[in-house]
């Protein structure tokens, strides 16, 4: 029995050592890959890669809005927040004939099949549409200055009030259910609008 338990000792000290070492090599990894890419991008490299987080944030609370959160809030904000914080390639991407047919099949669809037309395909096609008919005023004047970041900024300061309110309290938007993960979806629209005002004035 005491040869078991010694033998059981000296795995779990192994097995533990074993993942130490590989969570040391993690962050060694982690550090040299920011170290790199701040060499490499700058502070320009972080303002891009905050704009991607910003954006996913904000589908994933789109996502949350149509299946399980289900708010009063208004939402629909999300979509100019998206318009103004989507990273340049999609952008481009869905304003270019990609964006025009799926915006025509969204019209055709809601025009002529509007019983076949899901409610929880509104949004996007209204996203879709906003990215195709935004007038260069919008599109390239206003999402490339501080305008849209402080649109942005707005969005997400509003709609973090609104939800604590709805919460009812900020420590309640924290332990109720689904609350953890609304409040930091709603605090991550924050950061990019914030990062990119605070690079602005520096």
Not at 88 to 109: D, T, Y
Not at 113 to 124: A, G, K, Q, V
Not at 130 to 143: D, G, I, M, S, Y
Request: glycine fraction near 8%; charge should be positive; aromatic fraction near 14%.
């Amino acid at each position: 029995m005491g040869r078991m338990d010694y033998l059981a000792m000296k795995t779990d000290e192994d097995t533990n050592k074993l993942i130490n070492e590989d969570l040391n090599e993690l962050k060694l990894a982690a550090k040299k890959l920011l170290d790199h890419a701040t060499k490499l991008g700058g502070l320009g490299f972080g303002t891009a890669f905050l704009k991607w987080f910003a954006s996913f944030a904000a589908i994933y609370l789109l996502i949350l809005d149509r299946t399980n959160w289900k708010t009063n809030m208004l939402t629909g904000l999300l979509v100019p927040y998206i318009f103004f914080s989507f990273p340049s390639v999609l952008f481009h991407f869905f304003r270019g004939e990609v964006g025009k047919w799926i915006a025509f099949v969204a019209v055709v669809l809601r025009l002529f099949f509007p019983r076949h037309f899901p409610d929880w395909l509104e949004i996007p096609g209204s996203l879709i549409l906003l990215l195709v008919v935004a007038p260069n005023l919008f599109a390239e004047t206003f999402r490339n200055s501080w305008v849209g970041t402080v649109v942005c900024l707005l969005i997400g300061c509003y709609l973090l009030q609104e939800h604590i309110r709805a919460s009812g309290g900020f420590r309640n938007s924290f332990t109720q259910s689904n609350g953890i993960s609304n409040t930091v979806g709603i605090i991550l629209l924050l950061v990019y609008p914030i990062w990119a005002l605070v690079l602005r004035v520096v």
